[in-house]
């Protein structure tokens, strides 16, 4: 089994910062892509950053020059910087990965983080 759990999130003011991050942990070969999806009360789940295994990153336009997304493969962990937060960045931040479980069998299965509420505030 694999799990991710994130870390991070809360109550920001317009303007403001924040960091998420996610770490997967369980039994598993290697992780693909990773990302940051968020959800807004009354829509539905936006991509907002992915990142290749190799560091490639793509992001949506509404964070783009604002939002960062890294990881570091060495602890299987995903992060998201937001910097200049606006009200309408509020939602629960996701995170997901591609997990390969078998070296023989290239089949990546998803897997997502319990959520991070992030709130910012006018």
């Known amino acids: 089994q694999v799990q991710l759990v994130e870390s991070g999130g809360g109550l920001v003011q317009a303007g403001g910062s924040l960091r998420l991050s996610c770490a997967a942990s369980?039994?598993?070969?290697?992780?693909?892509?990773m990302g940051w999806y968020r959800q807004a009360p009354g829509k539905q789940r936006e991509v907002v950053a992915i990142?290749?295994?190799?560091?490639?990153?793509n992001y949506a336009d509404s964070v783009k020059g604002r939002f960062t997304a890294s990881r570091d493969n060495a602890k299987n962990t995903v992060y998201l910087q937001g910097n200049g937060l606006k009200p309408e960045d509020t939602a629960v931040y996701y995170c997901?990965?591609?997990?390969?479980?078998?070296?023989?069998?290239?089949?990546?299965?998803?897997?997502w983080g319990q959520g991070a509420q992030v709130t910012v505030s006018s």
């Open positions: 997901n990965a591609k997990v390969r479980q078998i070296a023989y069998y290239a089949y990546y299965t998803d897997y």
């Open positions: 990142v290749t295994d190799n560091g490639s990153t």
């Open positions: 369980g039994t598993f070969f290697s992780i693909g892509t």
